[in-house]
């Protein structure tokens, strides 16, 4: 045999030496997965809690938008050139005040040539309804002069309502936004104005997931915050749509809150806490004893010094803890740490919290 062959395989032989001294040593320590003296394996050191239950009052987080109480586009009726504007962007106005005038020369001209001929047909109708009485003339020819004076009575009246849509008026106290006209404008139905909103209150809407909409009702207060504040503010439920929106299994509903000193800006977005109802045997876990699995979340528990593998149902989820729904009952002791290499049977050592 050459001599490098020679030396290779006192390499190989010496090596596998070396893993057989190893694997044995590990064995005998080991004790084939016995402690040093043949006994059980050493139990792992854990800590743990006995679960005892509490009252606990579940809160639902959510995300909702601000909108403002009332909001309009502020639009003329009539067509026509703009008079006068009677208002100061950004500034408050009051219900029925004017905000602009259009001018209204033509249709004034209109609306006294419609009063001359309503006022000839009055008194058509007058002098047949007398010769009528006279019988001098048929009931015919006398509901033709009838027809004829309320005709024009109506074309007064529908001039006369045309006049007034030249005086547009705020439908509601509110704060007017940036006007997009000018004085001497020609203005259209379609032209926007400005856009008017009434924020001394606002409305919060939101949706909730449809399996807590049996638990939902008029009147509940509800408490939420925004963004770049920690003041947290409260708003009743006012309204609830009558069905879940099917593709987003969702129940949507409307609360309002006070807005006098104008803190909720319509747009923005909420950070809701819905109260559910009040659980008074709660049995709440830290979070840290889960263990997701492939088909939901276990723990363990000890059991006669041994951990016991607890699939379990959970609930809402606080900062440290989370609300366990079913697997669990008081009395039980919780593996909270060390459980990550916990096996089903394992012998623990457990220190209470």
Do not use: W
């Not at 390499?11 to 190893?22: E, P």
């Not at 009052?57 to 959510?62: I, K, R």
């Not at 004829?148 to 005086?167: C, E, G, V, Y």
Request: aromatic residues 6%.
């Amino acid at each position: 045999m050459k001599p490098k062959y020679l030396i290779y395989t006192l390499l190989v032989v010496v090596l596998g030496g070396m893993i057989f001294y190893r694997v044995s040593e590990n064995k005998a320590k080991d004790g084939g997965g016995k402690g040093k003296n043949g006994g059980e394996k050493k139990p792992a050191k854990v800590t743990g809690l006995v679960l005892q239950t509490r009252v606990f009052s579940d809160n639902l987080s959510l995300s909702g938008s601000i909108e403002a109480n009332e909001q309009i586009e502020v639009r003329s009726e009539v067509p026509g050139v703009v008079e006068s504007i009677n208002f100061e962007e950004g500034s408050f106005v009051t219900k029925g005040q004017q905000l602009l005038k259009i001018n209204d020369l033509e249709l004034r001209a209109q609306l006294s040539q419609a009063k001359t001929k309503q006022t000839l047909a009055s008194e058509n109708e007058r002098r047949a309804r007398l010769l009528l009485q006279k019988e001098a003339i048929s009931q015919e020819e006398y509901d033709i002069a009838s027809a004829d004076f309320r005709s024009a009575q109506a074309q007064t009246q529908l001039i006369q309502a045309q006049i007034a849509k030249t005086s547009v008026r705020a439908p509601f106290s509110g704060k007017i936004g940036l006007r997009s006209i000018s004085k001497g404008g020609y203005v259209t139905p379609t032209t926007v104005v400005a856009n008017l909103v009434n924020t001394s209150q606002v409305k919060i809407t939101f949706s909730i997931p449809e399996k807590y909409s049996g638990q939902m009702k008029e009147g509940t207060t509800i408490s939420f915050t925004i963004a770049g504040s920690k003041e947290v503010f409260t708003a009743k439920i006012y309204a609830i749509e009558p069905g879940v929106e099917v593709t987003t299994r969702t129940l949507k509903m409307r609360a309002l809150a006070e807005n006098k000193q104008g803190k909720l800006i319509p747009g923005t977005f909420a950070n809701i806490a819905l109260p559910l109802e009040k659980i008074n045997d709660a049995i709440l876990v830290p979070t840290e004893a889960l263990i997701p699995v492939q088909n939901g979340k276990k723990v363990f528990v000890s059991v006669n010094g041994k951990a016991k593998e607890i699939m379990v149902e959970t609930g809402t989820r606080t900062d440290k803890e989370i609300l366990i729904l079913s697997g669990l009952k008081a009395g039980d002791t919780l593996l909270t740490s060390g459980v990550m290499t916990l096996k089903e049977d394992a012998p623990v050592a457990v220190s209470l919290k």
